[in-house]
């Protein structure tokens, strides 16, 4: 099986990176810049579960043309940002043609955009939790041992290239999932990620930070409760191992889970903020739900934008 991965940065890197070191046919689809490091320097993963430093086969749709590579790829993992979602859309044509795209944004948003582009019947679900990121010299940084990799049909015309994706994935070394439940497992991410990436931007903590403050661990749950609230209304309430889960999480004092949201605005980098506790929040606001946590940790990274935009370049 033919897989393309759209960016070599943190999760596709990651995914990706493993997947081409346990022999599957892996290209990545990268901007010059990117080529040329990983040309240089191979890909390099630092983690607790294993180092790796593996030459990786490249294409670019730089060159001048906006022209990317032919099609005959069977899946595409699709790890960019939310906010590069349209370039993205645009770099995978025609390379995308005919191919299971299985994208590991955040949020939900951005189905609607790629069954627009290539139709709802190419489009899987796709759910990646790991801590990562892509440190300033092109090192794939994990952070502890936590891996998940979970995509699944979203239709039953799906299943069998679903499940044939996840048998070709299995050597990887990181058990790629198939889930029947998929949108239900991408709206529980949707909740959990909203709650610790809005809260921990809004403190400037990690979940443990805030949990060892008087007020903090209550205002985690009151914001999960928050967007429990949506996802119940779109037909999804989070089941109960993902309460405990998350209730068990937002209680832990040691917990030093930085949400990559925070990352990134720590770094002074543009952030999700529109897809995930944005989006969250005009869910809320559809429904005639108060929201006021999602309502602050909005305002918060609206201001956090707006500052960012008006920096000189």
């Known amino acids: 099986m033919r897989i393309l991965v759209l960016g070599a940065g943190g999760i596709g890197g990651y995914f990706g990176g493993r997947l081409t070191a346990a022999g599957a046919d892996v290209t990545f689809l990268v901007r010059d810049r990117r080529a040329a490091i990983l040309a240089r320097d191979g890909l390099r993963i630092r983690s607790d579960l294993g180092d790796l430093d593996q030459p990786v086969r490249t294409i670019t749709r730089d060159m001048g043309t906006r022209e990317t590579a032919p099609p005959g790829y069977d899946a595409v993992l699709l790890s960019c940002k939310a906010y590069d979602l349209p370039d993205a859309i645009a770099s995978l044509r025609p390379a995308a043609e005919g191919a299971m795209i299985v994208p590991l944004l955040n949020g939900m948003r951005h189905l609607d955009t790629l069954d627009a582009a290539f139709g709802a019947e190419n489009i899987c679900g796709g759910v990646a939790a790991i801590g990562v990121t892509l440190e300033n010299d092109g090192t794939v940084r994990h952070f502890g041992k936590g891996v998940a990799y979970t995509h699944g049909p979203r239709f039953a015309s799906q299943e069998a290239r679903c499940a044939a994706l996840a048998e070709a994935m299995a050597p990887g070394g990181f058990a790629p999932r198939n889930s029947p439940a998929i949108m239900q497992d991408m709206w529980e991410k949707f909740v959990f990620i909203t709650t ?54 937002f209680h832990d004092k040691t917990n030093a889970n930085v949400p990559s949201m925070l990352r990134d605005l720590r770094r002074g980098f543009q952030v999700e903020a529109d897809h995930i506790v944005g989006d969250m929040l005009l869910r809320a606001r559809a429904l005639a739900h108060p929201a006021p946590l999602l309502r602050a940790a909005s305002a918060h990274l609206a201001v956090y934008q707006e500052e960012r935009a008006a920096r000189p370049a």
């Open 196 to 249: 610790a990436a809005g809260t921990a931007c809004l403190m400037r903590g990690s979940i443990g930070a805030i949990a060892r403050t008087a007020e903090g661990s209550q205002l985690l749950v009151e914001m999960y409760e928050e967007c429990a609230a949506v996802a119940t209304a779109a037909g999804y309430p989070p089941r109960d191992r993902h309460r405990d889960f998350a209730r068990t999480g």
